[in-house]
């Protein structure tokens, strides 16, 4: 086992700088998840902790050992991949025993090794097919097999679960998520699925464009992200974002405008100091932060356009700022109802916002407390 | 529906028939012809006559033990050095991989006749580059065309400049075709580059190998133009003739078509034989 340090990682590709100083700290035993849409660097970065990419700079550690310019068989670190990337040409047991054999580890602890692994991953019957018999998600439990017989101190996982159908991906998903209490181990997972990343990390890193958004506990990405980014990235569906702007500021409160709802109001209460009036700001709303007309501190009306009913909860796609009578507005509202409160397409509904379950950005993105 | 066929069949009728006068007719007609005495007028059926020759035709098996000869090692070498070409050029440290690919590519373009000539000259006794080459390194010069050994090396050094190139390009997109994540994959379980070549390289191109060598093995069966330009009709004395040479002999020197159509099905069915023995010696284990 091992901790993972990264100190000002950078990855240029010739004059394009793809991850823009990275300082990431994964401790020993931690479920680190890498997230972040496409492009965004997280495979670059993973491959990086391989070995597989150089690092342009800074300087990245396994176990309090830097590791710039170790190979990466010696890194102690194994990765699974999103392809699988089996052996096709051999067994199931071959291409678990493969790198020991090629390495001349003695053939006794090879078959302890490899027995172990297929007992961890009920592969057992498998063993004698060749990789093109097996269905994708016993491709990936042999693909995490062959992770697991090198014993290494750190896994890594680069979007093993995007091949697979959604059924397999939440069953894989919660055996991931058993190998790691089983194993105990580091493991550094990257994903472009916000849910994967929710319900396996102990830590998220939420990545954009190269740069490291937000490091922090599942939860407390989605509570309380650092900016409109995270916000808009964590949870499904995701945040509702509606323009406003300061109309008057009262002590530790702004008073705020909606800009497409015809002049509705909220106080917004603030820790820190509060914008100047007249500045433009971005509202955050969770869909279900929207409550009944009335219950909350400032009631708009919309228009129900679509509504999706999945059995628990309902999700109504909405057009803001329409009045009876009036075209579409410019804001797309997701709300989550309860079932038994859902409303049929077309309908009007007024839906009120509570000030202490909606989140403030200002225009370039950051948050304000 | 049995419209719809007729009107298709009508629309490949002149393909068809050409297919069958120029080809079917032809291949048909000559598996006959090998049947009959053809130097007598008018030709009579005698089954045994030409492939009863051919059995005790010491020409007959001159040529079969040179083309095995060929056969058996310049096929391997060739297909040997192909392998290691397509390896250099799908080597990400090679620069100007286009210009290699189409250097390598280049001699099966090159006119038969061309190329010949060029290669009687460069293996020319008095003046050919090869044996100044072999002088300067104080190596005596061979006389290349006058003893069979030498003339069969140089029928071997031609075919494999010619064709390992071609057998080259066929590789590398087969090479192309492997996936760059399991040789990481292995790079992570510490298998060396010459091990990934052995264990992952060459299992993986195995169905793209044998492809070409049973391409190979049914040129080489064929093989004439070689023996025919660059050691003049299979010189000195026969030491090069193949069987496509003696073929051509029989057939069109002696005009004696039964024997050359006998002497014609040999070559197809040994290279049947042989492509098959080749499929079944390299079949995926199941």
């Not at chain 1, 002049?263 to 955050?284: D, F, I, M, N």
Request: net charge neutral.
């Amino acid at each position: 086992m091992a901790a993972v340090t990264l100190k000002n990682v950078v990855k240029r590709f010739g004059v394009f700088e793809i991850v823009h100083g990275a300082n990431i700290d994964v401790e020993d035993g931690e479920f680190v998840v890498f997230v972040g849409p496409s492009g965004c660097g997280k495979s670059t970065l993973l491959r990086m902790i391989a070995g597989l990419e150089d690092i342009s700079g800074g300087e990245i550690a396994i176990g309090g050992k830097v590791v710039n310019n170790v190979e990466p068989a010696d890194r102690g670190i194994a990765m699974v991949f999103q392809s699988y990337a089996l052996y096709p040409h051999m067994s199931v047991e071959q291409n678990l025993s493969f790198g020991l054999r090629m390495n001349g580890n003695p053939k006794a602890d090879t078959e302890r090794r490899v027995k172990r692994a297929s007992e961890i991953l009920r592969i057992a019957e498998l063993m004698k097919r060749r990789p093109r018999q097996l269905s994708g998600g016993q491709r990936q439990r042999v693909a995490i097999g062959r992770a697991i017989v090198r014993e290494p101190q750190v896994f890594l996982f680069d979007e093993p679960l995007s091949n697979l159908d959604a059924e397999l991906r939440v069953q894989m998903r919660v055996e991931i998520s058993r190998l790691h209490k089983e194993l105990g181990v580091t493991m550094i997972y990257v994903t472009h699925d916000q849910t994967e990343a929710m319900t396996l990390a102990d830590r998220i890193v939420v990545l954009n464009a190269g740069n490291i958004e937000q490091i922090g506990a599942p939860l407390d990405l989605y509570d309380d992200p650092a900016n409109r980014f995270v916000a808009g990235f964590v949870g499904s569906p995701k945040m509702n974002f509606l323009a406003a702007q300061v109309v008057g500021n009262d002590g530790n409160a702004t008073l705020l405008e909606l800009a497409n709802h015809g002049g509705a109001r909220l106080q917004k209460p603030l820790s820190g100091a509060p914008p100047a009036v007249g500045a433009e700001v971005v509202l955050g709303v969770r869909p279900e932060h929207f409550f009944e007309a009335g219950e909350g501190d400032c009631d708009i009306a919309v228009k129900a356009d679509v509504a999706e009913h999945l059995g628990s909860v309902s999700y109504v796609y909405a057009n803001a700022g329409a009045a009876p009578g009036a075209n579409a507005g410019p804001e797309e509202l997701i709300i989550e109802r309860e079932a038994s409160r859902q409303r049929a397409t077309g309908d009007h509904m007024v839906v009120s916002i509570k000030a202490g379950q909606s989140l403030l950005f200002d225009k370039s993105g950051a948050r304000i407390r | 529906m049995r419209y719809q066929n007729a009107t298709a069949y009508r629309f490949l009728a002149p393909y068809l028939l050409i297919f069958s006068i120029f080809w079917l007719w032809p291949i048909i007609n000559s598996f006959l012809i090998s049947f009959q005495a053809t130097r007598t007028v008018p030709w009579r059926f005698a089954p045994t006559f030409n492939w009863g020759r051919l059995i005790g035709d010491p020409a007959f098996f001159n040529a079969l033990k040179n083309t095995l000869l060929i056969l058996v090692i310049q096929v391997p070498v060739m297909i040997t050095l192909a392998i290691v070409m397509a390896v250099l050029l799908n080597s990400p440290l090679l620069k100007a991989r286009g210009l290699f690919r189409f250097a390598f590519f280049a001699p099966v373009v090159v006119g038969e006749v061309a190329y010949s000539a060029v290669f009687r000259l460069m293996f020319n006794l008095d003046y050919g580059i090869i044996n100044k080459l072999l002088n300067s390194v104080g190596l005596p010069r061979i006389d290349w065309f006058s003893n069979v050994t030498p003339a069969m090396a140089v029928i071997m050094i031609a075919v494999t400049w010619r064709w390992a190139g071609y057998n080259a390009i066929i590789l590398l997109a087969g090479l192309q075709s492997i996936p760059q994540d399991v040789y990481e994959a292995a790079t992570l379980d510490r298998v060396s580059k010459l091990k990934q070549f052995f264990y992952i390289t060459l299992p993986l191109l195995k169905p793209i190998i044998v492809f070409c060598a049973v391409l190979s093995i049914i040129g080489t069966m064929q093989l004439f133009t070689e023996p025919f330009l660059i050691t003049e009709r299979g010189g000195p004395g026969g030491g090069t003739e193949t069987l496509g040479l003696l073929l051509y002999r029989q057939g069109f020197r002696s005009l004696n078509f039964g024997y050359a159509s006998a002497i014609a099905y040999t070559m197809a069915g040994l290279a049947i034989a042989i492509s098959l023995v080749q499929l079944w010696l390299t079949r995926e284990p199941k």
